[in-house]
Structure formats: structure tokens, C-alpha cells
């Protein structure tokens, strides 16, 4: 490889680690972690030396109703702005993944203090152990009224926590809905949590948050023995969850969730078991995983480069950044949540345990209008300081650039990104119908790159 | 419209999606038999908050509209539907819904199939119209093209874009990028057609409301009524359109089941009275068939404030050329007739496919369905 084509492999690596692992980056931004390393870029994703962020105080004071969050719609504003703007994306990310692994809605739990308490757990546990937030989880008031534990009794046990906690948040079911447990496994682990639940329940009425703590009351528990996964005792919901996070199940189960999160929405065996192994070795370190997914030659290669469909929140938040102008947290920033929940993924909302249907199932001709619509907006904000730097690079490529140069400097000014030879191809014929040679062509460049069906992709 | 299959005038098919898992004892409640009030202690129905239909079974008492309906012989209300071996996850339970397909998984939706035989050569992107965000599987199928609409008014694209100086050249562009031949396999097929589709359906629907003028006020603050209300204007402009959907929920009453099935019932009637009155403005009447269902019922016994996932249920066909009545048998209740603590079901859903595909839609149910089964005798030639 050449020093040249080797530069342009590293940018192109770089940009692809920067997208999956947080929301993309400039292409200054991109230039600063070549020159620090593909290595030392993945440790700083892993273990972000920035503090907690500054702008909180700046934040609560512009979005007071956002502070001890009512409903969900009031605590929008606060996970958009964090989106929008934090300088540690991947703990971003990763909230986002085991929100829709471990989904709790807005949709029965309208209480946005507690729905911004559970996003802010994933981002404190949420690259630490899988045994811990599965604890922690079943620890939260939130999931625990929201899967009806606090109506789980001694003598008459609720089973949907149960039944979740091994069909969606653990040891999966097939494509047939089998699981490897049985409907008595579900029953068992139901009696484990009773008695598990949260204080107090939300308030029919809309009387203000309370905030909600966990509590356990032991008179409501069941200490008769349980058969689960082929083992007997008086078991309670952390025995259960011991036994669960064992198993093989577990441990391909959320490696495959990772694997279609962060690589690919297509799983390839070999690595979803090698990372399955690395899942057992660690005891499930979710840090110690995705360090193997970033650094392993499958996901750095170009096949899984734009062959995951971007979420609504990877592609508003991805391409709002691209704009550079959050200084303040203003109506602007929080209006993003919004269009994220008009392509189909209203954030604190999802539509039911089960999170959301990811992959191509996002994009739907409704959303991809949607989608389309908004982009091309963002990248017609010609005042923003991101889209005039943009627009500045392609400049600095030269003057009288051919149409294929044109449409190759636009790509790498929005990120280093690329689109398929096809797409391609009817872009250079646009310019050359419409010309390249002023900053509203180049802008109008940009909005056709994001209207195209590769521009879904990451 | 004058097209005949099997004797049976061609309709339009209006589906409401009741997700969430609709508890079916509790919509229609059978009063009369004392082992409901033993297992349901704390949910039972009785009183004012039943409107009985026989000395058997009543309906709730907030599907006001369902029992005129019903009354004027214009509803037929299946008891006991669902398939063998169910399954109680509400995602797996609405696939085999969404595709009729109880014993293995597939990512094709019967309607999407459906749609494939009215429209083989995919010339009318609208054949189908979802109303709200997100395609529910039911619709799916590679090389069917399916508007999910939020609202009619602003859809399409570009259409909020200022500042672009350049606007009809870039749509020209964008509607070159979109044409479904993908030899790469990257951009997906699929993506390049919901594309297509999205760009072609855009602006037919956008100029439906413009055709449309009723008297009936559909209550804002109402989902399914707006929902319900876009099909209506959808209708109204005659762009084909033969497969319409919309959702309803949720219906996952593990609590509080009482205040929110009521909810969502009074939602429901409303939005389905205003409809039906606009049908008949609109001289849509005997062409369109209403039908709703749900993913699951729910078990038999309560949990004390709610209800938890269960199998087999009620499902709703209504419309002018609906044969009104009570269909199949109202399950029983006794232990000995339970299944894992939930009501055996006696009639297949696909059975009731299999009529709305040949009696209603005017294509053959087998290819649809895999298989022939039994249609019901409840629409009208």
C-alpha cells in the first residue's frame, strides 16, 4: 500500500470506529485520532478521560421543567442534549443499546425522572459487567413497575418479569420462540423476585414525580424451593440471576445483540463465537467485548463498513453533529428527540419490551422521508459553524474540481463517509448538469449525499 | 366497484391492529357463568359495566358503538379464535399474526403476499396505506411497497426545505438514485424499493385531503380516530388503495386494567362510530370491511389489578356486507377445559384470513395461506 492509500485507509478506519462507537466525527475531529492511533482511539472511546460535563448547571437552569423530570416529554430535552454534544459518545451509545435491550417505556412509566435515573445507570454500568446491570436492573423501581413486580406475590406471583428476564433481556428465545428454559423455569424465576418491587408506585394522578426507590419486603417473598435450569433451592432473584448469566445462552445471546448493535446487521458465526468466548472468559465484561469487537480485523474491514442501518438516533444525532452548533442548550438541541421519534424511535419511549426492531426494519417509506427531509435540512444550516467548515474543505480540494473530484471532496468533508459506485455515479451527473463552482452547489451536494439510500447506512 | 371473484364483489379491507394482547374475557364477558366471577375476583365485569347480547354473553359496556353495530346485524364477532400451540410472547404471538405462520418464522406478512396478488406488477405504490410510524410485519414483503403515514397533509419530499434554490433538479436526482436494481446487494433491494415506493406514494397522498369534505368531526385528542380519519380521506380520493391499517394500544393490561381497557374501548368506539358514519357520506359503505384482532387474550384467572398474557381471543369483522352475528363457541372455563390456564381456542385465525382474502380482497387464499383451509360464511356476494 502506498503512503498515500495508507493515509486514506487510516481516515477511512477511523471514521468507521468513530461512527459505530459513538455519532461520527468531523473530519478535523477524525485527523486528531488518526494522529493519535486506531488503538489509542479505541482505549479513549473505552475509557473517555473527559469529566463529568460541564454544562449540567447551564443545562437544568435553561430546561428547568427537565429537572426531576414529570413525563417522559419533559425529560427529552436532557438525553437529546447529551446526544447531542457529549465528548464520551460510546457511553452514549452503549445507554442507547441497553435501552432497547432492556427496554422500559414512557408509554406505562410516564415518569421522566425515573426513565433519566435508568439512562444514567446505563451509562455508569453500561460497559462494566453483565451479571452487575442485570442486578442492578432488577434492582430499578422503573423496570420493576413496569414489568408489574410490585403486583408479584407470595401467593399469587406476576410472571412478566419472569418470563422478560429470559426471553428478552438473557437467554433469548429462538426464531421459534423456543428458549432454552421451560414455562416452569418462567415460574420459578417469577416466585425468586417476589416481593422484589418499587416504593412508591407511580401516582394514577398527575401529581409531580415522587421519586422512586427499590424495595424488597420479605414477607411477600417466597422462600419455598424452586426447580430452575435444572437446579433446586430456596432461590431468590440474585441466585437466579447467578445461574442465568452461566449460561451459554446468555452469553450468545448478548454478544449477538452487540454484534448486530455495533457491527453488522447481518451475524457472522465464527465471530459472534469467539466473542462468546470472550463473554465467558471475562464473566461477561461488556468493556473487554466491544475492545474485542473494535480491535479485531472482521470489524475493521471493509465488508461491515455502511452495512448496518443507522438507527433514527444514530442518523439525527450522527448528522446534527456534523453541524457543530450546540453551544447552548436552546429549543434547538431538544427538538431533536422529536425527529428521532418521528422516524420511529421515540427515546425513552420504546414501543414495548422488546425495544425496537432493528436493522433494514427501521427504515419504512414513512420514515425514510422523514429521514430524508431532515437531513437535507440539517445540512442546509449554512450559518452553522460544522456546515461552513464543510463547505471550506471542499474549497481547499482545489479549484475546478471534475465532477467525480467534486462528489469525492463532498464525501470526505462530511466525515470521510462513502456511498455505493451507483449512487455515486448519478451524483457526479448531477454536477455535472448543475455544476460545482459555488458554496450553495456544494451545500446542495451535501443534502443530496444524505437523501441517498447509502447515506441509511453506517 | 364492479369487479366479481367467487361471486363476491370486490371490497377494500380496513385492518385495526389491537396490540398489546386485547383480554378477551373481558370484552366479551360471559355474565352468566359463575366460574368468570371465581377466577376473575377482582376484574370480573358485571352491572352497569356490562350491555348483554344473549343470556350468555355481554359486551363491555364502553363498545357502545360494537353493539349497534351489532344489532344492526353489521358485526361478526368470533369467540374462541387463535391457533394451536400458542405462544404468549406478544413479539413471536403477533409474527404468527403478521404472518400466518404458527409454526415457523418468516419475514413475509400475509397482507404484504395479499398485496402481491392485487398488484403483481407493483404499479400502484398505495395499494396499501399504514397510518402511523413504523411497518408492522403483516405489510412486509420484498417488492411490495407499503406509505406508512404519519400525516397525509405533509407528506413528501423536500417539502419543508428552504433555502434550496435548486429544488426540482434535485428531485429529479434523488428519483434517479431510487430505482429497485441493486447488483451490489448494497444499497438492500429493499431499501431501493421503500424508496421507490416512498417517492411515488408521496404525492398521491399528499393531495388526498384536498378531495375529501365530511361532516363528521373525528375527536383530535383521539389516535386511532385521526388514523381511522386519514383512511377516510385516503378512501375519498380513489387512488386504488385496497389494504388499509392502523394500530390501537396498548393493551397490555397487567394492571390497572380496568380504568385503561375502558380507555381504550371508548377510543375505540368513538373512532369506529365516526368512521362508519363517514363511510356513509362518502357512499363507502358496502365496500369496505372492518376487521380487528389482537395478538393474544389473556390468561383466565386475574392477578388481583390485572391480567396477564394468555391465548386465544375475540376478533371483530364489521361492515354493511358483513353477516352480523356470533361466530364459533364461546369457550369454557372450567379447569378441565383450560389450557395452561387460558381458553382453548376453536377457530383457526386463518380461517378467518382465508375469507377476508377470498370474499373481501378478491385474490385466492392458498398461496396467501400455504394451505386451503375453510372459509366462514360471513360476507355478503
Redesign the interface.
Known amino acids: 500500500m502506498t503512503t498515500v492509500a495508507r493515509k486514506h485507509e487510516d481516515v477511512a478506519v477511523t471514521a468507521h470506529l468513530l461512527r459505530r462507537a459513538g455519532f461520527g466525527a468531523t473530519r478535523d475531529q477524525i485527523d486528531q485520532f488518526v494522529t493519535k492511533g486506531y488503538g489509542a482511539t479505541v482505549e479513549e472511546l473505552l475509557n473517555p478521560t473527559a469529566g463529568e460535563p460541564e454544562d449540567q448547571d447551564l443545562m437544568d437552569r435553561y430546561f428547568i421543567a427537565s429537572v426531576e423530570a414529570r413525563s417522559v416529554a419533559h425529560a427529552d430535552p436532557q438525553w437529546s442534549w447529551r446526544l447531542a454534544t457529549s465528548k464520551k459518545p460510546l457511553e452514549e451509545k452503549i445507554s442507547l443499546f441497553w435501552h432497547s435491550l432492556l427496554a422500559v417505556g414512557g408509554i406505562k412509566l410516564d415518569h421522566g425522572l425515573e426513565m433519566l435515573t435508568e439512562i444514567e445507570l446505563f451509562r455508569r454500568l453500561g460497559l462494566g459487567s453483565f451479571r452487575n446491570i442485570l442486578s442492578e436492573i432488577s434492582r430499578n423501581p422503573g423496570m420493576m413497575y413496569w414489568l408489574d413486580n410490585q403486583n408479584s406475590h407470595k401467593d399469587a406471583p406476576n410472571e412478566n418479569y419472569g418470563r422478560e428476564l429470559l426471553e428478552l433481556f438473557s437467554m433469548g428465545i429462538d426464531d421459534m420462540g423456543e428458549g432454552a428454559y421451560t414455562e416452569e423455569d418462567v415460574k420459578s424465576a417469577a416466585r425468586a423476585f417476589t416481593g422484589w418491587a418499587s416504593k412508591p408506585t407511580p401516582p394514577p394522578f398527575f401529581l409531580g414525580p415522587f421519586p422512586m426507590e427499590f424495595r424488597f419486603d420479605a414477607s411477600d417473598h417466597d422462600n419455598g424451593d424452586k426447580e430452575f435450569l435444572g437446579e433446586t433451592g430456596n432461590f431468590d432473584g440474585e441466585d437466579i440471576i447467578d445461574l442465568i448469566a452461566k449460561k451459554r445462552a446468555t452469553a450468545h445471546f448478548i454478544v449477538m445483540r452487540l454484534y448486530l448493535f455495533f457491527v453488522s446487521d447481518e451475524p457472522n458465526n465464527e465471530e459472534i463465537e469467539r466473542l462468546t468466548d470472550i463473554f465467558e472468559e471475562t464473566d461477561g465484561d461488556i468493556k473487554a467485548i466491544l475492545r474485542a469487537i473494535f480491535n479485531s480485523e472482521h470489524f475493521k474491514s471493509e465488508g461491515v463498513r455502511f452495512r448496518k442501518v443507522k438507527s433514527p438516533a444514530e442518523l439525527v444525532f450522527g448528522t446534527a453533529r456534523l453541524t457543530d452548533r450546540f453551544d447552548i442548550p436552546d429549543m434547538d438541541s431538544s427538538t431533536l428527540a422529536n425527529q428521532s421519534m418521528f422516524m420511529g424511535q421515540h427515546l425513552l419511549n420504546p414501543p414495548g419490551v422488546e425495544g425496537w426492531h432493528e436493522g433494514e426494519e427501521w427504515v419504512d417509506s414513512g420514515s425514510l422521508i422523514e429521514r430524508i427531509n431532515f437531513a437535507a435540512s440539517e445540512l442546509g444550516r449554512v450559518d452553522s459553524p460544522g456546515i461552513r467548515r464543510m463547505v471550506e474543505l471542499v474549497e481547499l480540494t482545489g479549484d475546478n474540481l471534475q465532477p467525480d473530484e467534486f462528489v469525492e471532496a463532498c464525501l470526505d468533508a462530511m466525515g470521510s463517509i462513502d456511498i455505493g459506485a451507483k449512487s455515486k455515479s448519478v451524483l457526479v451527473d448531477h454536477a455535472t448538469q448543475n455544476g460545482s463552482g459555488s458554496s450553495d452547489r456544494v451545500v446542495e451536494m451535501f443534502q443530496l449525499i444524505v437523501s441517498t439510500p447509502d447515506y441509511q447506512y453506517c | 366497484m364492479a369487479m366479481k371473484t367467487n361471486g363476491h364483489k370486490q371490497k377494500n379491507l380496513v385492518v385495526i391492529q389491537l396490540s398489546?394482547g386485547n383480554d378477551y374475557l373481558n370484552t366479551l364477558v360471559p355474565y352468566q357463568d359463575g366460574l368468570y366471577y371465581d377466577f376473575r375476583p377482582n376484574m370480573g365485569l358485571k352491572g352497569e359495566d356490562l350491555i348483554p347480547v344473549d343470556d350468555k354473553v355481554a359486551f363491555n359496556s364502553h363498545m357502545g358503538t360494537f353493539k349497534n353495530l351489532f344489532d344492526q346485524d353489521k358485526m361478526a364477532v368470533m369467540m374462541g379464535i387463535g391457533y394451536p400451540e400458542p405462544?404468549?410472547?406478544?413479539?413471536?404471538s403477533m409474527d404468527i399474526w403478521h404472518t400466518a405462520e404458527p409454526?415457523?418464522?418468516s419475514a413475509v406478512g400475509w397482507l404484504g403476499k395479499a398485496n402481491s396478488l392485487i398488484d403483481p406488477e407493483g404499479k400502484n405504490?398505495i395499494t396499501t396505506v399504514?397510518f402511523g410510524?413504523?411497518?408492522p410485519r403483516s405489510l412486509a414483503m420484498q417488492g411490495v411497497?407499503?406509505?406508512?403515514?404519519?400525516a397525509l397533509e405533509t407528506?413528501?419530499?423536500?417539502?419543508?426545505?428552504?433555502?434550496?434554490?435548486?429544488k426540482d433538479?434535485?428531485l429529479d436526482?434523488?428519483s434517479?438514485?431510487?430505482q429497485p436494481m441493486?447488483?451490489?446487494g448494497?444499497?438492500?433491494q429493499?431499501?431501493?424499493e421503500?424508496?421507490r415506493?416512498?417517492l411515488d406514494?408521496?404525492d398521491l397522498l399528499r393531495e388526498a385531503p384536498l378531495s375529501y369534505s365530511s361532516d363528521v368531526e373525528y375527536p383530535e385528542d383521539n389516535p386511532i380516530a385521526q388514523s381511522l380519519k386519514g383512511i377516510a380521506q385516503v378512501m375519498s380520493a380513489e387512488l386504488g388503495t385496497r389494504i388499509h391499517y392502523a394500530s390501537h394500544g396498548?393493551f397490555?393490561t397487567?394492571?390497572?386494567e380496568l380504568?385503561n381497557h375502558a380507555i381504550l374501548w371508548d377510543q375505540l368506539s368513538t373512532a369506529v362510530s365516526c368512521f362508519v358514519d363517514d363511510l356513509k357520506q362518502l357512499g363507502k359503505s358496502e365496500e369496505t370491511v372492518i376487521w380487528m384482532f389482537s395478538e393474544f387474550g389473556r390468561r383466565i384467572a386475574d392477578?388481583?389489578?390485572?391480567t396477564?398474557?394468555g391465548s386465544g381471543g375475540a376478533a371483530f369483522v364489521i361492515g354493511d356486507s358483513v353477516k352480523g352475528g356470533l361466530y364459533g363457541e364461546y369457550p369454557k372455563l372450567g379447569l378441565a377445559d383450560q389450557l395452561?390456564g387460558d381458553v382453548k381456542f376453536n377457530t383457526d385465525f386463518r380461517q378467518i384470513y382465508a375469507t377476508l382474502l377470498e370474499d373481501v380482497l378478491g385474490v385466492e387464499s392458498e398461496p396467501v395461506l400455504k394451505q386451503k383451509f375453510n372459509k366462514l360464511d360471513l360476507v355478503r356476494t
Request: hydrophobic fraction near 30%; glycine fraction near 16%; aromatic fraction near 8%.
Open positions: 398489546g405462544n404468549r410472547s406478544h413479539f413471536r409454526t415457523t418464522t405504490p399504514n410510524r413504523g411497518l411497497s407499503v406509505a406508512s403515514v404519519g407528506y413528501g419530499l423536500y417539502t419543508g426545505l428552504s433555502g434550496a434554490k435548486n433538479a434535485m436526482t434523488v434517479r438514485i431510487y441493486s447488483a451490489e448494497f444499497p438492500s429493499r431499501m431501493l421503500t424508496g415506493g416512498a406514494g408521496a396498548s397490555d397487567h394492571t390497572a380504568v392477578n388481583g389489578a390485572g396477564d398474557h395452561e
